[in-house]
């Protein structure tokens, strides 16, 4: 069994800056592209962020300058430094993950999601 678990998520004001981690556990083989995701209430869930295995990153435009995605595969783990945030990042974050499984099973998985309010 493999489980994706974020944290790090809260309120912030305007401006301010959190840091979201998404720790994969379990029978994992490998680890695919990582991703962070969010879903504000009424929209769908949109890609914020997401890095290969290698490291190569990919950011939506509305958080490019603002926000870094970063893992330590060592430790199965990914990150999501957001700065200057505003009031349009609230939402649930999610991470997703393509993981091989050690029977050899690829398939992607998700975190429960984490709440991150901007608000003053």
């Known amino acids: 069994q493999v489980q994706l678990v974020e944290s790090g998520g809260g309120l912030v004001q305007p401006g301010g800056s959190l840091r979201l981690s998404c720790a994969a556990s379990?029978?994992?083989?490998?680890?695919?592209?990582m991703g962070w995701y969010r879903q504000a209430p009424g929209n769908k869930r949109e890609l914020v962020a997401a890095?290969?295995?290698?490291?190569?990153?990919s950011y939506a435009d509305s958080v490019k300058g603002r926000f870094t995605i970063s893992r330590v595969n060592a430790k199965n783990t990914m990150y999501l430094q957001m700065n200057s945030l505003k009031p349009e990042d609230t939402a649930v974050y999610y991470c997703?993950?393509?993981?091989?499984?050690?029977?050899?099973?690829?398939?992607?998985?998700w975190g429960q999601g984490t709440q991150v309010t901007v608000s003053s």
């Open positions: 997703k993950s393509e993981i091989v499984t050690m029977a050899r099973l690829r398939r992607n998985y």
């Open positions: 890095i290969t295995n290698g490291g190569s990153t």
């Open positions: 379990g029978s994992i083989f490998s680890i695919n592209d």
